[in-house]
């Protein structure tokens, strides 16, 4: 099985422009995650959904939203990218929310200019 | 406030042992984690506490003393493929999953 997958791999962006990272996992997880990861920094969740038709924000959720229209898809959108957003993006899913490992996509390497 | 302390990078050589360690002070606790990552990859699983003690899997293994907020990862008979960073991650009282800033594993020949 594939897992857990993201596109684009990576990404070059102009400052003003809106982007959609798109995540799609096929273990049939109820949550998901998005977080970002920036050198020297943890991980930071961005928005999170416990199953299918909820989101909820993380630490760091300004400048972005996400929608779960279905259990396996969870995109993620920059409405108006901003250079502070150039990060490494990762997306993640659990069974649950509680003490479940999560298993991570390879990740989105985004660059806004 | 919510805080996971861990040492930014250790050097160790091939076939030892190393110890890294993670401190932590949380509004509530629900579990440890800590995960492996290496360079340009995303993070993988390695262990999870919840209970105080020990937790052994294969060459690593995982400690908790919630008491005291601290927690380690034992990595034994090192290879060069266990250079890594390796995240200490918790849950809080709210199921908030909370990360460190992962410590950078050097293994030297």
């Known amino acids: 099985t594939a897992g857990i997958t993201q596109a684009p791999t990576s990404q070059i962006l102009a400052a003003g422009r809106s982007m959609t990272l798109r995540c799609t996992q096929d273990?049939?997880?109820?949550?998901m995650y998005w977080y970002r990861q920036d050198l020297g920094l943890g991980l930071r969740l961005i928005h999170y959904?416990?199953?299918?038709?909820?989101?909820g924000k993380g630490e760091v959720p300004d400048g972005y939203s996400v929608s779960r229209a279905n259990t396996d898809d969870f995109p993620l959108t920059l409405a108006s990218a901003v250079p502070s957003q150039t990060s490494v993006y990762f997306c993640?899913?659990?069974?649950?929310?509680?003490?479940?490992?999560?298993?991570f996509g390879p990740g989105t390497r985004l660059t806004v200019l | 406030g919510q805080n996971i302390d861990q040492p930014t990078e250790m050097t160790a050589t091939e076939g030892a042992i190393v110890q890294i360690n993670c401190t932590y002070q949380t509004s509530g606790f629900n579990g440890l984690f800590w995960y492996q990552q290496h360079a340009g990859e995303a993070p993988t699983f390695l262990s999870y506490?919840?209970l105080d003690g020990l937790e052994e899997k294969g060459r690593f293994s995982s400690f908790l003393s919630r008491s005291k907020g601290y927690s380690y990862l034992l990595l034994k008979e090192l290879q060069i493929k266990d250079s890594a960073s390796y995240i200490c991650?918790?849950?809080?009282?709210?199921?908030?999953?909370?990360w460190g800033a992962g410590t950078k594993l050097i293994i030297k020949p």
């Open positions: 993640a899913s659990s069974a649950g929310l509680g003490g479940d490992e999560q298993f």
């Open positions: 506490n919840v």
């Open positions: 991650s918790l849950f809080d009282s709210n199921y908030q999953l909370i």
């Open positions: 959904s416990n199953t299918a038709g909820t989101t």
């Open positions: 273990m049939r997880h109820n949550a």
